[in-house]
Nanobody, 127 residues
Framework: VQLQASGGGLMQAGGSLRLSCVAS????????MGWFRQAPGKEREFVAA????????FYADSVKDRFTIYRDNVKNTVYLQMNSLKPEDTAVYYC?????????????????????WGQGTQVTVSS
């Protein structure tokens, strides 16, 4: 399984970025996906997740109402639309695919529930 994340960059506060993550090597449409981030000197934290069918989404409180996760199961791609960016959003962002096919629960928030990770894409927000 390979996950290729892209779309990061340098943005001023208040701006927008869209991250993409293309998956290969697994039947993408039957697995939930998540985005995590890690800032320098901090632990990795959950950002957002989407169920395998795309009908349910989950967000960290810090990004709720600013970020939107969605997926295109035809393109095997999950996206993270990030609006109203803040300097505290600066981090390396990682996409991950959850380890359980057709998962229908509500446990998406910890990294141990995901078994493959992308390489990360840097997002830097200047004030």
């Amino acid at each position: 399984v390979q996950l290729q994340a892209s779309g990061g960059g340098l943005m001023q506060a208040g701006g927008s970025l869209r991250l993409s993550c293309v998956a290969s090597g697994r039947r993408f449409s039957t697995y939930a996906m998540g985005w995590f981030r890690q800032a320098p000197g901090k632990e990795r934290e959950f950002v957002a997740a989407i169920s395998w069918g795309g009908s349910r989404t989950f967000y960290a409180d810090s990004v709720k109402d600013r970020f939107t996760i969605y997926r295109d199961n035809v393109k095997n791609t999950v996206y993270l639309q990030m609006n109203s960016l803040k300097p505290e959003d600066t981090a390396v962002y990682y996409c991950a695919i959850r380890g359980t096919e057709y998962y229908s629960g509500s446990s998406y928030y910890t990294g141990s529930e995901y078994d493959y990770w992308g390489q990360g894409t840097q997002v830097t927000v200047s004030s």
